[in-house]
């Protein structure tokens, strides 16, 4: 495992570009687009949110968008005493059309994992970045 893991460092490293592979599209059919203005926010809670920004914009995590739409951020406080920085999306989320697939049973999921040597992480610390 280790050997794996040295060999292809470069796919496990934090960072890097985003994939090419994956694009997300939400449906709202025909529905004229919202924007929701800013929450009013402190002074120090403006310059956690202009630090939080400048890093993930630095890694690559989020780019500059020129959207019709657009959603108030939200500072959440951590039981650290950090940030987290989440954006409110419940008007986006009204005007979404829901996909129509049922999502697979957890059961079965964990039953077809069963003997697979690999599974995926997910990022707990930084909630996916």
Known sequence: MNYLLEKFDCIFKP??????????HINT????????PS?????????????QIEDLLEKVVIEECESAYGAPVVLIPK?????RLCIDCRKLNEITVPDSYPLPRMDDLLRSAKH????PTIDLKSGYH
């Open 79 to 83: 039981p650290d005493g950090k940030t």
């Open 15 to 24: 960072g890097g570009d985003p994939t090419p592979y994956a694009e997300h």
């Open 29 to 36: 059919e025909t529905h004229p687009s919202v924007s929701v």
């Open 39 to 51: 929450y009013r926010m402190t002074p120090m809670k403006k310059e956690l949110l202009s630090k």
């Open 116 to 119: 697979r040597t690999f599974r």
